[in-house]
């Protein structure tokens, strides 16, 4: 079966709508997102036109900031600043990557941990790895992927192995964190380990992030497995004609839908589902602010 990640992201931008507008009816706080974006990356403005306007449908404060290319790191620190101390805005989400010149580390670690919708700051990190699910914001491409895990399998991963390939402090770590938490047993791999496809073979629920495109093939795959993929690759398609391009994901897809029991396509599998997580999270981050109890 193949899961069709825009339509879960669709019901969970509905639910998003939902608890923005009774928290606006209820408590008169209109939920607000700032998203900054320095440079002139096509990829990084679509991805930012497309969180801007998905903020704008939930009915949230949309507020977007567009710094040119030699913006300076003191630039930058100083809108977050600002950001950071404006009561009416509860998410801030500073686009990566940054071009070279800047250094993200010290711009995503002074965004206030409340407003850390990306849920990137060392805070967020600390709190899903010791296990606190509830008091901080979870990283939002991890939280999709689970969520999508969680309607195959529910809340109980207890006895299933799990493996993750991509160990970024992005998307592998918190992964593996997640799972955790979930009761699975997690395996991360990465560049360095061996035999590769041997490790996946054992995987119930095979999670790849490498950005190697359709690195994956159909003999890694458990027979009936969970097939979840997050990379989102660009390779040539001679086929739509020259110099056209398609994106693909890090699972040759067709062979291994054919030894999965459930899979995410690319597009249209976890990529929907980051931006509704990060709607998600900034809609938590208001609640938690006026003081409500946050919405699941
Ligand atoms: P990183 O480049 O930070 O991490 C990639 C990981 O893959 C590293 O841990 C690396 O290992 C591992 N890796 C690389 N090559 C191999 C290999 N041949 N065999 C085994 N492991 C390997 O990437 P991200 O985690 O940021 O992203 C991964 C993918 O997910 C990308 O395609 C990215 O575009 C996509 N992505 C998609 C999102 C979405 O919204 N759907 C959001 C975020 C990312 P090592 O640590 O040893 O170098």
């Given at each position: 079966m193949v899961i069709d990640g825009k339509r879960v992201?669709?019901?969970v931008i509905d639910d998003v709508k939902a608890a923005s507008a009774a928290l606006?009816?209820?408590?008169?706080?209109?939920?607000?997102?700032?998203?900054?974006i320095v440079?002139?990356?096509?990829?990084?403005?679509?991805?930012?036109?497309?969180?801007?306007?998905?903020?704008?449908?939930?009915?949230?404060?949309?507020?977007?900031?567009?710094?040119?290319?030699?913006?300076?790191?003191?630039?930058?620190a100083g809108l977050?600043?600002?950001?950071?101390?404006?009561?009416?805005?509860?998410?801030?989400?500073v686009q990566l990557p940054?071009?070279?010149?800047?250094?993200?580390?010290?711009?995503?670690?002074?965004?206030?941990?409340?407003?850390?919708?990306?849920?990137?700051?060392?805070?967020?990190a600390g709190k899903l790895a010791t296990g606190d699910l509830q008091g901080g914001l979870v990283s939002c491409t991890?939280?999709?992927?689970?969520?999508?895990?969680?309607?195959w399998h529910g809340n109980d991963l207890s006895g299933l192995n799990?493996?993750?390939?991509?160990?970024?402090n992005l998307f592998g770590k918190p992964m593996a964190q997640l799972l955790l938490a979930f009761n699975a047993t997690v395996t991360i791999a990465h560049s360095r380990t061996k035999d590769l496809p041997g490790v996946c073979r054992n995987a119930d629920i095979l999670v790849a992030?490498?950005?190697?495109?359709?690195?994956?093939?159909?003999?890694?795959?458990?027979?009936?497995?969970?097939?979840?993929?997050?990379?989102?690759?660009?390779?040539?398609?001679?086929?739509?004609?020259?110099?056209?391009?398609r994106l693909v994901g890090d699972l040759a897809f067709g062979e291994c839908a054919k030894v999965a029991g459930v899979i995410t396509p690319v597009p249209g599998g976890v990529g929907p589902m980051t931006i509704a997580m990060l709607m998600a999270n900034t809609v938590i981050a208001a609640h938690r602010k006026a003081g409500r109890p946050a919405p699941s």
């Amino acid at each position: 079966m193949v899961i069709d990640g825009k339509r879960v992201a669709a019901s969970v931008i509905d639910d998003v709508k939902a608890a923005s507008a009774a928290l606006e009816k209820d408590a008169g706080v209109k939920t607000g997102l700032a998203v900054v974006i320095v440079g002139n990356d096509p990829a990084s403005h679509a991805y930012v036109g497309a969180k801007s306007r998905t903020a704008q449908e939930c009915g949230f404060n949309s507020v977007q900031h567009t710094l040119p290319e030699d913006t300076t790191q003191e630039e930058l620190a100083g809108l977050v600043a600002v950001l950071n101390a404006d009561e009416g805005l509860h998410g801030i989400l500073v686009q990566l990557p940054l071009p070279k010149h800047l250094n993200p580390d010290p711009i995503v670690q002074s965004i206030r941990p409340e407003k850390d919708v990306d849920g990137l700051h060392v805070v967020n990190a600390g709190k899903l790895a010791t296990g606190d699910l509830q008091g901080g914001l979870v990283s939002c491409t991890p939280a999709g992927a689970m969520f999508l895990l969680k309607r195959w399998h529910g809340n109980d991963l207890s006895g299933l192995n799990a493996v993750v390939i991509g160990r970024s402090n992005l998307f592998g770590k918190p992964m593996a964190q997640l799972l955790l938490a979930f009761n699975a047993t997690v395996t991360i791999a990465h560049s360095r380990t061996k035999d590769l496809p041997g490790v996946c073979r054992n995987a119930d629920i095979l999670v790849a992030a490498v950005g190697q495109p359709e690195m994956v093939k159909a003999d890694w795959v458990k027979p009936g497995a969970t097939v979840i993929d997050v990379g989102i690759n660009r390779i040539a398609a001679p086929e739509k004609g020259e110099g056209m391009t398609r994106l693909v994901g890090d699972l040759a897809f067709g062979e291994c839908a054919k030894v999965a029991g459930v899979i995410t396509p690319v597009p249209g599998g976890v990529g929907p589902m980051t931006i509704a997580m990060l709607m998600a999270n900034t809609v938590i981050a208001a609640h938690r602010k006026a003081g409500r109890p946050a919405p699941s």
